[in-house]
Nanobody, 124 residues
Framework: QVQLVESGGGLVQPGGSLRLSCVAS????????MGWYRQAPGKERELVAG???????NYADSVKGRFTISRDNAKNTVYLHMNILKPEDTAVYYC??????????????????WGQGTQVTVSS
């Protein structure tokens, strides 16, 4: 019913920057909280940053001061601006969103969605 499409991943040198984008499309009534998670090989998926409908944000301690999450509600898009990237930031980054999804005429229900993931590799 709703798809999250990510872009912006790639290879970057330590100290570099990337911007990830995630666009939600489909039968959307409204988008609530959105966030970015990441998962390195063999490790648990962890929350990197989250943002509420009103714009309140939270970050993992490891990325505070370096990453910024933002959203453009008109575009159904959430961004993750990543600065001063470190090798330990290397992971697959996943977009996540809580979305009120239409399932009939004027009817909807809350759903949670994941993007497919985009690889971020920080290496010299």
């Amino acid at each position: 019913q709703v798809q999250l499409v990510e872009s912006g991943g790639g290879l970057v040198q330590p100290g570099g920057s990337l911007r990830l984008s995630c666009v939600a499309s489909g039968s959307i009534f409204s988008i609530n909280a959105m966030g970015w998670y990441r998962q390195a090989p063999g490790k648990e998926r962890e929350l990197v940053a989250g943002i509420t409908t009103g714009g309140s944000t939270n970050y993992a301690d490891s990325v505070k001061g370096r990453f910024t999450i933002s959203r453009d509600n008109a575009k159904n898009t959430v961004y993750l601006h990543m600065n001063i990237l470190k090798p330990e930031d290397t992971a697959v980054y996943y977009c996540n969103a809580d979305i009120a999804t239409y399932y009939g005429p004027g009817t909807y229900g809350n759903r949670n969605y994941w993007g497919q993931g985009t690889q971020v590799t920080v290496s010299s």
